[in-house]
């Protein structure tokens, strides 16, 4: 008997352990499910939100792309309206507006392009207002790409004591400019206070008679060749 009953308890013993080790096993295998589902999860969180972040971005992408293609609309609806050729319009644009103005100069054929307070990105701009913190913003009205594919001429204005948006900034498109250009720098002129005769309207009639001549020179350059 005591025999029995030691084998009894030595028995008892090891069906103790024993369901212990498989209930531990359970336990271990639940939890390497539940880790490997909570890793899964995280990772289609990561996946999801990138996909997100980046139709976002292609959808700001197309709004932004939209607003700038409202002004070759005007500009279509102008030419039918009023039944005009490219050679009696100017795309003109002030500060933020020169980027519409250049986009349009870009894709369309206007008989010139006439900016004031130019710039070359929206960030760039910020960046002389705000520094480092510049770069939280999203890049938009990239003037100095649109600039690359204007053909007609174009005339630059900029005073050099314009606190908000600096002239070094239309320095950069006239550089990228590839087509017939000048550029005006008034030393007085701000961003908002300037004389509208002396700095805007003048120099824009003195770039026209220029670009009509050097036109001319080209056309017969062109003939007699």
Do not use: W
Request: glycine share 4%; aromatic share 10%; with cysteine.
């Amino acid at each position: 008997p005591m025999t029995t009953g030691h084998f009894g308890a030595k028995n008892l013993k090891h069906n103790y352990s024993f369901k212990n080790q498989t209930t531990y096993n359970e336990k271990r295998m639940k939890y390497n499910n539940s880790f490997t589902r909570r890793s899964s999860n995280s990772e289609k969180e990561k996946k999801k939100k990138s996909f997100n972040r980046s139709i976002n971005a292609k959808i700001n992408l197309l709004k932004r792309k939209k607003k700038l293609e409202n002004t070759t609309i005007v500009y279509d609806f102008i030419k039918k309206k009023f039944d005009l050729e490219d050679k009696n319009i100017f795309s003109f644009g002030r500060s933020i507006g020169t980027s519409p103005a250049i986009y349009l100069a870009s894709v369309r054929k206007p008989n010139g392009l006439l900016l004031v307070s130019s710039f070359t990105t929206i960030r760039a701009v910020a960046k002389n207002l705000v520094s480092v913190l510049s770069y939280l913003l999203k890049n938009r009205f990239l003037s100095e790409e649109y600039i690359k594919n204007v053909k007609c001429p174009t005339f630059f204005i900029h005073g050099k004591s314009d606190p908000l948006i600096p002239y070094q900034e239309t320095e950069k498109l006239h550089e990228l400019c590839k087509s017939i250009k000048d550029i005006h720098l008034p030393p007085h002129m701000t961003h908002n206070d300037f004389d509208l005769e002396e700095d805007i309207m003048k120099p824009i009639g003195k770039f026209d008679k220029e670009k009509r001549s050097r036109s001319e020179e080209r056309f017969s350059r062109n003939a007699e060749t």
